[in-house]
């Protein structure tokens, strides 16, 4: 997921995560606590570790964003059923700027910066999916087919927060590289205050959802497939992690 052409290289400022304070009892982070050890795996994984001190073999990263590329595309299809299955106006507009965004904006700036990487339009379009790719996409739409708007979001979550999280906690980690490593930018974009804000707007919407939703009563399902999304966004690091070879 990618923000705006002006500020995808801001670093990131003194923040918390999500422009919101990690102590806060929300549906959010009582999920991601109990994630336990699956959102560590996720946010630490050798894959951002390595994004960090700029050893990533630049064939893991190029795989990742060609993988990424179609991860997108299905994300904006996860997001049209977000709009079919709204319940207010808000919902609605909510699903709708997030396809504009990811449609008119993130895929075009997606496109440019993968050029950057030697990585054209053609190979973008014909490269197949990865499983890695088709089992976490399907996951969240089938989630979104068989329950409600709840259910989708938080199958949503730990994609649009754990991204905000790994950007801005290498941005601010004495141990990141940023002389001659080539994926600063990257890591500036993640961790910008756009890109935070759209994450902080996810959790928003989320707690919204849950009020109405009897989110608190539905608390051990719904962690479930917080869980799974998390486990599924460790084996999208770990896809490109493996294509250190080719």
Sequence with gaps: MTVSQDNRYQTASNLNF???????????????????????????????????NGTLAESCFRYYLIQDYLFLFHFSRAYALAAYKAE?????????????????V?????????????????????????I???????????????GDLLDLATALAPCVTGYAEIGRALAVDSA???????????????????????????VTQLQELANRRGGEMRFSALSKVFNQATRLETGFWEMGWNHQKL
Excluded at 90 to 103: H, K, Q, V, W
């Design 18 to 52: 999500w422009g919101m304070n990690l102590n806060e009892t929300t549906l959010f982070t009582r999920l991601r606590e109990a994630a336990g050890g699956d959102w560590t795996k996720f946010i630490n994984h050798r894959f951002v570790k390595a994004l960090g």
């Design 106 to 130: 993130e895929l075009s700036l997606h496109v440019e910066y993968c050029l950057g990487w030697g990585i054209g339009v053609e190979d973008l379009s014909t490269e197949p999916e990865d």
């Design 176 to 202: 990141t590289v940023r002389d001659d490593n080539p994926y600063v930018s990257w890591i500036d974009m993640y961790a910008s205050d756009e890109y935070q804000k759209v994450s902080g707007d996810s």
């Design 132 to 146: 890695a790719t088709t089992a976490y996409t399907r996951f969240v739409l089938d989630c979104g087919h068989r």
């Design 88 to 104: 207010t106006l808000e919902d609605l507009r909510y699903s709708a700027t997030a396809i504009n965004n990811i449609i008119d």
